[in-house]
């Protein structure tokens, strides 16, 4: 009858948890990965259990752009692959010149000392990336830069490093001037909690002879399935001349970088 169906107990839904649950996925899929996480999921057994389900981790990769297809196989925690995806970016700060010399700890600065110029800088050719403006160059002394990186600071917690161990990134463009013979080098170390160097690149250094080509060239390395433990990321480049002329004729160096997994992005 017409009265019954209008009383309160023939109320149709009474809470958010009588949706069905692909509408409940697109709702919650809406919400902020920490809200998820920290506050969604305490809420009752339901929302723990469509808080961890596959399918809205992967509605939320669908949503912000992270969702490749064919990806599907190659995925193992869509969780995991949604976390990595959001927090992914360089992780060295001023890579560019673009803040002097911000960020950067100068280890050795020797010569005519460091020193940052404009590209494609005297007697140098311009860099790939038409974003990149500026250039940091050494000179006839010992010029070496660093930067040491806090994971957990940058979002990447202890048991994420120790159980996925997400492929790190590093790579580093360096040239030389037409006129000056010069040497490159890279150190990046992975360090424990005590700062224990748990694994290490450290190539050879690239000596570049006079009249060279002048041309900016990338170096990069991918760390996988290093030790558990790695709680700080250490990078560190430069070089100098080779002909120790009075002066800034020695390496340049800039657009550095260092991203952490996934690898398919």
């Known amino acids: 009858s017409t009265a019954s169906s209008c009383s309160p107990s023939r109320s149709v839904?009474?809470?958010?948890?009588?949706?069905?649950?692909d509408v409940l996925v697109e709702l919650l899929s809406l919400l902020p990965a920490q809200d998820l996480i920290r506050t969604c999921r305490l809420v009752c057994t339901?929302?723990?259990?469509?808080?961890?389900?596959?399918t809205l981790w992967k509605r939320k990769c669908q949503r912000e752009g992270f969702y490749i297809q064919n990806l599907d196989r190659s995925v193992s925690d869509w969780k995991i692959f949604y976390m990595l995806c959001s927090l992914k970016r360089n992780l060295i700060k001023n890579p560019s010149?673009?803040?002097?010399?911000?960020?950067?700890?100068?280890?050795?600065?020797e010569g005519d000392k460091w020193k940052i110029e404009d590209l494609p800088g005297t007697h140098g050719k311009d860099m790939p990336d038409p974003k990149v403006h500026k250039y940091f160059v050494t000179s006839y002394g010992p010029c070496f830069k660093s930067q040491l990186i806090t994971l957990q600071k940058e979002g990447y917690w202890n048991q994420l490093m120790d159980e996925k161990r997400p492929e790190i990134v590093v790579k580093d463009w360096y040239a030389a001037r037409f006129d000056c013979g010069c040497r490159y080098e890279l150190t990046v170390r992975l360090l424990s909690e005590d700062y224990i160097v748990l694994e290490e690149f450290h190539p050879e250094p690239v000596v570049i002879e006079q009249w060279n080509d002048a041309a900016w060239r990338e170096i990069s390395h991918t760390f996988q399935n290093y030790p558990a433990g790695v709680r700080y990321i250490w990078f560190q480049h430069g070089g100098q001349d080779t002909q120790f002329w009075a002066g800034w004729y020695g390496i340049r160096v800039t657009n550095s970088s260092i991203t952490i997994g996934p690898l398919t992005l």
Do not use: G, S
């Not at 339901?46 to 961890?52: A, G």
């Open 97 to 109: 010149a673009e803040e002097n010399f911000q960020h950067w700890k100068l280890d050795n600065n």
């Open 46 to 54: 339901q929302w723990r259990y469509v808080v961890d389900l596959t």
């Open 13 to 21: 839904m009474t809470t958010i948890c009588d949706l069905p649950e």
